[in-house]
Every structure is written in C-alpha cells, then in structure tokens.
C-alpha cells in the first residue's frame, strides 16, 4: 500500500495518514478483479528447499542478503538472520516494538526502524544500541561501511555509527509539499551514497553527507501537488555502473552512476519497484502490464497484459528469467527476453510483499502472513 504524506506539524500528521488510507481503500475497492490465470505449461525446473513463518509482515519487506545469509524482519519486531541454503536460524532478536521499515544488514550489524522512529541496532542477534529519529521510516536502513544510514518519510538522511549509535550527519534540504509514504531508494555506489530526493537520484558522500551530483529520473507534470507528486521507489537497481528506480505512477528511468547522468527515462505509471539485468529493465505498471526496456536505450522489448490486476509485487532478474509475486501468493516467472511464461509457483495463498530475493542460487519469497519460501533451480 502506499500513501501521500504532507509535511504539516505533528499535531495534523495522524488525520493526514488516515485520509490517505481511506482514499487508497476507496481505489482499491473499486480495482478490477484479477486477470484468471492461464495453464503454465513449465519451461524451467525449481524446487521448494525450505519453509518457515515468523509474524505478520505489514511493510514491504525485501530481505537484506549477505555472504549466503538471509536477514529478515517481522512487523511484530522480530528480526532473523537465516542460512541461505537450509533456512537455518544463525540468530534471532526483537526490536522492542512494532517495526515500519526493515531490515537492513552488512552481515555483522542488523538494522530496523520502530513505528515510533527508533532506529535498533543488532550485533549478532544482541541489541547494541536505538537512537530515535525525528519521522516515521518506511524505507529500510542501509548498513554499509560501519554506519547506518536511515531515510525518513520526508526525506531527511542520517547517518550513525554502526558500533555505538554515535549521529555523524544529518542531510535534510527543503522538500517538495507532498512526499510518498513507501520506501524509496538508499544504496552504496563505490565511494558515494545514493539517496532519492523526490524524483532525483542524488549521490551524498556518505562521510560528511554533502551532495556530490544529482540527477532527475522524470520530470513531474501535472496541474496539482498530487498529480507532481514522482518520488523515487526503492529499492533501486544496480547493474555496474548503472542505477535504475521507478518515479511513483511517472516513469521508469536510468542514471550512469560513475558520471552523474542520466541514461534514459520513459513516462510509465506503477508504484512498484523494477527489476534489472543486464540486458533489460522490467516492471509492472498501475493495472499489472509488465514491461520490459532495453537497458542500455529505454526502449520497450515487450509488454505482458497476462497478469493484470494481479497485485504484483516488486520484481528481481535472475538468470533468464523476471519473477513477480502476486496477491495470491503465486511466484510467476517470465522468459526475460519474451514475456512468455516460463513457470509458476505456489507459496501460502498470502500476498507477497515487498520483492523475492537471492541469495546464490537460493531464491526466498515472503508472504504478508509471515511465509517464508525458499526455492532453487533443479
């Protein structure tokens, strides 16, 4: 689900949220019924490797992935470090709290944010420390090079000690009125940290937080705040050198981070995250159509109406292949060059959140009931 935060003081914030949710119930109420599913005849070969369930996962998790770990969270505040390959718990912890956004990890230090913006802090399963910021988070920390960087709903980046919660810097500029309430975009390039300010990839460096260039991925249109509104949504992609978001219902775009610039952008509505390879861009729009753009020019190799309003969920590229979940907890995966159907999985009959992830040749799936499917190639 996503949501339009204003920027108003914190008397005003909890009337602005429900409005947002309550328009948002209305649209989906009035959403087409889901496209019936054709007979998928298989095409390639996977197998369930393991299953576990931890609580209800009520924000889009995407696990964080290390050296052959899978680290995860639950809204309830458990966080769980699992062996990739055997779904082996390696350690378990708890926030304290219910968690908005999670997890990230460096595979040492494992971060989470509480719905009352404290942003918990892991050493091998054992809380080190929680400092609080100033909004709510709905986009996961990033632990990276001893420090936790956390973005909040406006878009204000901090930045921590990894060891002891020291704040180093703060990077907060004047923002747009309107910002989204899903997690956008945060990922380390090289010596620079890559961060969204509304529809612009902008690159920070991540010892003093100072800007180093920014570039924008779409240019809003539109008569009101609402109709402007293009924040990027996270997580980003990166393919060497090349990092690619979707713009919130605007458009899908590409930057050359070891330059600045920007590669490419192409107006598409969807308000999930894409996919890349390193051959193609892949995404879902607003009803379900499926995408896919040359990386390299932006230009569409193929469009798949054959899941429509499915409820996809963000989308990763592995091998030959593009794997949505749906909101019946099905895995469906694409020939990446075509579109056509490749194979179809089942998990708990949940949504699937957030979007699969893969470690090795270990793909894992979560579900919002707190399903968690391992799945590797025969």
């Given at each position: ?235 980003a992609t990166r393919v060497g050198d090349r990092i690619c978001a979707r713009a919130f219902q605007s458009a899908v775009g590409c930057a050359d981070a070891s330059r600045g610039a920007l590669l490419w952008s192409r107006n598409a509505g969807g308000a999930q995250a894409v996919a890349s390879s390193a051959e193609f861009v892949f995404g879902g729009d607003a009803s379900d159509r499926i995408t896919a753009w040359r990386a390299t020019t932006g230009d569409v190799v193929w469009q798949s109406e054959k899941l ?71």
């Amino acid at each position: 689900m996503t949501g339009v935060v204003r920027r108003i003081s914190r008397a005003l914030w909890a009337p602005v949220l429900l409005a947002a949710v309550l328009v948002l119930a209305g649209c989906a109420a009035d959403k087409p019924k889901p496209t019936p599913l054709e007979t998928v005849v298989p095409k390639i070969a996977a197998r369930q490797v393991w299953t576990t369930g931890i609580g209800r996962i009520d924000f889009p998790l995407v696990p964080a992935v290390h050296e052959g770990v899978f680290h995860v969270a639950a809204g309830n505040g458990d966080v769980l470090a699992l062996q990739a390959d055997s779904g082996a718990v390696l350690w378990r912890g708890n926030a304290g709290a219910a968690v908005s956004a999670g997890v990230g990890s460096d595979g040492r230090y494992t971060s989470v944010v509480t719905r009352g913006n404290d942003v918990v802090t892991f050493d091998g399963g054992r809380e080190i420390w929680r400092k609080r910021v100033p909004s709510a988070v709905v986009t996961p920390p990033l632990v990276a090079g001893e420090r936790v960087f956390v973005m909040g709903v406006d878009r204000a980046v901090h930045a921590f000690d990894a060891v002891d919660g020291r704040r180093l810097w703060v990077y907060a500029k004047p923002g747009e009125p309107l910002t989204l309430a899903q997690a956008s975009v945060i990922l380390p390039y090289r010596n620079s940290l890559l961060v969204a300010q509304a529809q612009r990839l902008t690159a920070l460096d991540p010892l003093r937080g100072t800007v180093m260039w920014d570039v924008p991925l779409a240019s809003p249109r539109g008569s009101n705040e609402v109709e402007r509104l293009a924040d990027l949504i996270g997580p980003a992609t990166r393919v060497g050198d090349r990092i690619c978001a979707r713009a919130f219902q605007s458009a899908v775009g590409c930057a050359d981070a070891s330059r600045g610039a920007l590669l490419w952008s192409r107006n598409a509505g969807g308000a999930q995250a894409v996919a890349s390879s390193a051959e193609f861009v892949f995404g879902g729009d607003a009803s379900d159509r499926i995408t896919a753009w040359r990386a390299t020019t932006g230009d569409v190799v193929w469009q798949s109406e054959k899941l429509l309003y499915r409820g996809l969920s963000g989308a990763l590229a592995v091998g030959p292949s593009v794997v949505f979940g749906d909101a019946e907890g099905y895995l469906h995966f694409l020939e990446a060059g075509t579109g056509e159907p490749q194979l179809r999985l089942a998990t708990d009959g949940k949504p699937v959140v957030g979007a699969p992830a893969l470690s090795g040749t270990t793909l894992l799936v979560t579900t919002q009931a707190g399903g968690l499917f391992a799945f590797r190639p025969n």
